[in-house]
């Protein structure tokens, strides 16, 4: 069988890691781009990499910004992948009011400037973009692919541009550009600023002596947590199917951010109350109460289902970050 060639933007971040992952066992060939830091950022992905010399290598690395559209030509011709899953983003909703007009430029036009390069591209190329249950905003649950979006930040703002877009194309150009509406998906390798990690990190430290306090934001709001490698494998799927559509993946289920406090301290036998402090600091100007997403579709049309849940989901999380501080951990 012909060895597939895929693209992944974002493939240094939580999902591009778990995808990358996922795809060299399918036995394709992954393109990934990188930005150019001051301090090593593959750590994610490090696991994965051979030498490029080595005649097994199928992981492979190139510069490139999404701000930056001559890199991404460059790349999109030079890979000429057959299917692109576009993942690089400003992905932080509360630093998106900090910093709106780098998260749209990024975020937004990013999307344009590498679905132009897949318009102009010789070969057809497939495209996945990661759309976000951050569009539905303070639109009421449960939220189906039918659901009107209200989005609430400047992050949201931009990912409804790059909704839109990805559709437009797919309609003005016949291209197979689909989104996947993916609700929030967490792991050991979700990045340390969101609030499940922040928690599971911040109790391994508090254990291991290093911190006192978590200092956190809202604690009301609900969200509909999932486990992100059951995430990536629909992000396959939506490429695998017959036609270019949108599809929202989600566990159907959700549960607060106190939820989330109480179930992880309550495994280490602690009293969340004595340990976490309010800061205003982590309060957004327009917050998104409830997320709570309906995949019915996807499991009709993909097949697809989450296989792990909140409360396993909780003890993975923090197991790691435990054992990453010497620890022993829950599981
Ligand atoms: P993440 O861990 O924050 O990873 C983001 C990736 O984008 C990283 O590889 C990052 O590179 C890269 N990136 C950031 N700015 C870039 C730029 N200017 N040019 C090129 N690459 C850039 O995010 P994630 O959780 O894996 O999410 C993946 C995608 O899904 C994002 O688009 C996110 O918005 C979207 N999404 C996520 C969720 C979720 O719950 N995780 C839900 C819905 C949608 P560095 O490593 O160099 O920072
Ligand atoms: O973990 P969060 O920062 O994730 P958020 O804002 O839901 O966004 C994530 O999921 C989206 C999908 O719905 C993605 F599109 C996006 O890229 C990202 O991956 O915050 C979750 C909730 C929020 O309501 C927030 O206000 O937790 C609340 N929270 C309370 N204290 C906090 C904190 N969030 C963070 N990051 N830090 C806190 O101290």
């Known amino acids: ?39 090593f950022n593959t750590s994610r992905i490090d696991h994965l990499f051979k030498d490029i010399h080595d005649p097994d ?18 790349i999109v011709d030079h890979v000429a992948p057959d299917e692109i899953y576009h993942l690089g ?29 897949v318009r102009r591209a010789k070969k057809k190329i497939k495209f996945y973009q990661a759309s976000s249950s951050e569009l539905f905003g303070s639109s009421a649950p449960p939220q189906s692919e039918k659901t009107a979006f209200h989005p609430r930040s400047p992050y949201a703002c931009a990912k409804a541009y790059a909704y839109y877009i990805v559709q437009n194309y797919r309609e003005s150009y016949g291209m197979f550009a689909s989104n996947g509406i993916l609700f929030n998906h967490e792991s050991p390798r979700r990045g340390e600023t969101f609030v499940t990690r922040k928690i599971t990190r911040g109790i391994a430290r508090i254990l291991a002596g290093k911190d006192k306090l ?56 602690l009293d969340w109350k004595d340990y976490v402090k309010i800061d205003p600091r982590y309060f957004r100007p327009s917050e998104v109460e409830v997320l709570q997403g309906d995949a019915s579709k996807a499991k009709k049309e993909l097949g697809w289902s989450p296989k792990m849940q909140f409360k396993e989901l909780a003890k993975l999380m923090l197991d790691a970050d435990m054992k990453k501080e010497g620890l022993k951990g829950v599981l």
């Open 1 to 39: 069988m012909e060895q597939k060639v895929a693209l992944v933007t974002g493939i240094t971040g939580q999902d591009g890691s778990y995808l990358a992952e996922q795809l060299l066992e399918k036995n394709y060939l992954v393109h990934g781009i990188i930005r150019r830091a001051s301090t």
């Open 57 to 74: 290598a199928r992981l492979f690395l190139h510069y490139g910004d999404m701000g930056d559209a001559s890199s991404i030509w460059r």
């Open 89 to 117: 983003a400003q992905s932080h909703v509360r630093v998106s009011f900090d910093i709106p007009e780098y998260t749209a430029d990024i975020v937004a036009l990013g999307t344009v400037r590498l679905l132009e390069a």
């Open 214 to 269: 978590i200092y956190l934001g809202n604690l009301d709001s609900k969200r509909d947590w999932g486990y992100a490698p059951d995430y990536t494998d629909a992000m396959y799927r939506i490429l695998q199917h017959k036609k270019a559509d949108d599809f929202v993946i989600a566990t159907g289920k959700t549960h607060s951010v106190r939820e989330f406090l109480e179930e992880c301290f309550s495994l280490v036998k």
